[in-house]
């Protein structure tokens, strides 16, 4: 199973692209989709849009997993990413690639069997679980691929695929 783990955000989108076979992975590749501050949002978003839908047609992925967003305290913030998920989320959907959403908890619950863990534990997870010599730079990437790595340890049971779609 190919997967793409998608770290939403305005600024910076990681991404990151997995194969997931008999419970072994191997690394496809992972960056980042960035937008410069100041651009109008309409042309920020199809840099999203446009990006990610080279990045669909060139690895094909056969899953797209996401996450959920989590509101802080900053609204603004919060109200451009959950429209640049929501870009993310149509283009999958154009390009007919299916896609599935955790929650940060369920990410870190995944990679590191720990629901609370930080940020700097779950970039050791990552690396480590994927045979890396180096932590993914930027951190959003880093998050990307520990998403795809929930999806590939819960989204490939029929289960959880079952209670993903509700």
């Not at 076979?21 to 590749?29: D, L, M, P």
């Not at 080279?54 to 967003?69: H, M, N, S, T």
Request: glycine letters at 10%; hydrophobic letters at 40%.
């Amino acid at each position: 199973m190919r997967i793409l783990g998608i770290d939403p955000g305005f600024a910076i989108v990681g991404w990151g692209v997995i194969d997931y076979v008999g419970s072994h992975f191997k690394v496809v590749a992972y960056g980042s989709i960035q937008t410069p501050a100041g651009e109008r949002l309409e042309k920020r978003l199809n840099t999203i849009y446009e990006d990610l839908s080279g990045i669909i047609d060139k690895f094909k992925p056969d899953a797209l997993a996401v996450e959920e967003l989590f509101f802080n305290t900053n609204i603004t913030t919060g109200i451009k990413v959950a429209q640049a998920r929501g870009v993310i989320l149509l283009c999958a959907e154009q390009k007919g690639v299916e896609s599935f959403e955790y929650t940060p908890l369920q990410v870190k619950q995944s990679v590191t069997g720990y629901g609370r863990a930080d940020k700097k534990q779950v970039i050791t997870m990552v690396t480590k679980f994927l045979g890396l010599n180096e932590a993914p730079k930027p951190d959003d990437t880093a998050d990307a691929l520990a998403i795809a790595i929930c999806h590939a340890h819960t989204g490939a049971s029929r289960l959880a695929s079952y209670f993903n779609k509700k």
